[in-house]
T-cell receptor, first 117, second 113 residues
Framework: GAVVSQHPSRVICKSGTSVKIECRSLDFQATTMFWYRQFPKQSLMLMATSNEGSKATYEQGVEKDKFLINHASLTLSTLTVTSAHPEDSSFYIC?????????????FGPGTRLTVL | QKEVEQDPGPLSVPEGAIVSLNCTYSNSAFQYFMWYRQYSRKGPELLMYTYSSGNKEDGRFTAQVDKSSKYISLFIRDSQPSDSATYLCAMVDRGSTLGRLYFGRGTQLTVWP
């Protein structure tokens, strides 16, 4: 297996502030990382695909100016929720693509619960 | 029609039962198949990964892929209360340069003692 960490695990912020979430692959290099959002009792919704050294690819309907993604190294991607509002409250999960050997799969982080007051 | 169909359940079984979870898909280009387990308020955990038709076993878990029928299954033997979670099937298109996952809706499983 492989380990992907996320920090912080939980964050509460005031409306209008920005929040940064970090995603790290701890034991392998990930050229590609993904950011998902999950509402209660629903499946994962892909927000964007992050490639090391290039601009992220956003899914339709996801505001790229609101959800800033940076993938500065092969082990770190960050998601910044800018000017957060209560409707941005959700569970955010990252994953890292593992292509070691003949595999092509993703390992997920533990998630970050964002609450915007 | 969604590309990956999965019965959301919920599924409730007694401890020790054999559990069968299934997904069907429509895209014949799907090549890599995964099962994830997700506990409440946690990220999904990779349980099984396979890329060929047939069975793959790991402890109490068996993943089965039938590419001709576009059907995958996960069997859990001797189910335990700790297996209570949501199980997600996921697939990757062999032509995908980014490796995007296509998920089923997830099946909620409860194993009662």
């Amino acid at each position: 297996g492989a380990v992907v960490s996320q920090h912080p695990s939980r964050v509460i912020c005031k409306s209008g502030t920005s929040v940064k979430i970090e995603c790290r692959s701890l034991d392998f290099q990930a050229t590609t990382m993904f950011w998902y959002r999950q509402f209660p009792k629903q499946s994962l919704m892909l927000m964007a695909t992050s490639n090391e050294g290039s601009k992220a690819t956003y899914e339709q309907g996801v505001e790229k100016d609101k959800f800033l993604i940076n993938h500065a190294s092969l082990t770190l991607s960050t998601l910044t929720v800018t000017s957060a509002h209560p409707e941005d409250s959700s569970f955010y999960i990252c994953s890292a693509r593992d292509q070691r050997g003949a595999t092509d799969t993703q390992y997920f982080g533990p998630g970050t619960r964002l609450t915007v007051l | 029609q969604k590309e990956v169909e999965q019965d959301p359940g919920p599924l409730s079984v007694p401890e020790g039962a054999i559990v069968s979870l299934n997904c069907t898909y429509s895209n014949s280009a799907f090549q890599y198949f995964m099962w994830y387990r997700q506990y409440s308020r946690k990220g999904p955990e990779l349980l099984m990964y396979t890329y060929s038709s047939g069975n793959k076993e790991d402890g109490r878990f068996t993943a089965q892929v039938d590419k001709s029928s576009k059907y995958i299954s996960l069997f859990i033997r001797d189910s335990q209360p700790s297996d209570s979670a949501t199980y997600l099937c996921a697939m990757v298109d062999r032509g995908s340069t980014l490796g995007r996952l296509y998920f089923g809706r997830g099946t909620q499983l409860t194993v009662w003692p």
